[in-house]
């Protein structure tokens, strides 16, 4: 018997799955990614000292949503990679999101979301909200 390691996007760790013929083994393993609970925070693109170019090269000056039409979000890299899809519920509403950004206080479990304006910015204020990672 042999052991295959399965890398999950969130979160980030190895799962080892035991196969007796690792040359048979189907390339993709689903798994079902329970809801965890994050800070949800909301941020602008046209702030002092911001370009409106996310950091993974997307220009989002007249735009919150990326070329595939979810929401934008920032996050930890290290937590969530880059260019990973999400999907977010925040006060009874779901969306889904990809992280394209990344920010200097955003660390673990907390997101930011890329909002249109600076009213609405303070109007999301800080919010807790569930997130799942879709792939």
Same mark, same amino acid.
């Given at each position: 018997?042999?052991?295959?390691?399965?890398?999950?996007?969130?979160?980030?760790?190895?799962?080892?799955?035991?196969?007796?013929?690792?040359?048979?083994?189907?390339?993709?393993?689903?798994?079902?990614? /329970?809801?965890?609970?994050?800070?949800?925070?909301?941020?602008?693109?046209?702030?002092?000292?911001?370009? +409106?170019?996310?950091?993974? +090269?997307?220009?989002?000056?007249?735009?919150?949503?990326?070329?595939?039409?979810?929401?934008?979000?920032?996050?930890?890299?290290?937590?969530?990679? &880059?260019?990973?899809?999400? /999907?977010?519920?925040?006060?009874? /509403?779901?969306?889904?999101?990809?992280?394209?950004?990344?920010?200097?206080?955003?660390?673990?479990?907390?997101?930011?979301?890329?909002? +249109?304006?600076?009213?609405?910015?303070?109007?999301?204020?800080?919010? /807790?909200?569930? &997130?799942?990672?879709?792939?």
């Amino acid at each position: 018997m042999s052991i295959a390691l399965i890398h999950l996007i969130y979160p980030m760790y190895l799962y080892p799955i035991y196969v007796d013929k690792p040359e048979t083994m189907v390339s993709t393993a689903i798994v079902e990614v /329970e809801w965890q609970d994050f800070v949800a925070t909301a941020y602008v693109s046209d702030c002092e000292g911001c370009t +409106g170019i996310t950091m993974s +090269g997307y220009d989002v000056r007249n735009t919150i949503y990326s070329p595939e039409g979810y929401r934008v979000i920032a996050v930890d890299p290290n937590f969530i990679p &880059l260019g990973t899809l999400v /999907e977010i519920e925040a006060n009874g /509403e779901r969306f889904k999101a990809k992280a394209m950004d990344i920010g200097g206080a955003i660390k673990g479990r907390k997101i930011d979301l890329l909002i +249109g304006s600076v009213s609405d910015a303070y109007k999301w204020g800080v919010r /807790e909200v569930r &997130l799942r990672v879709i792939k």
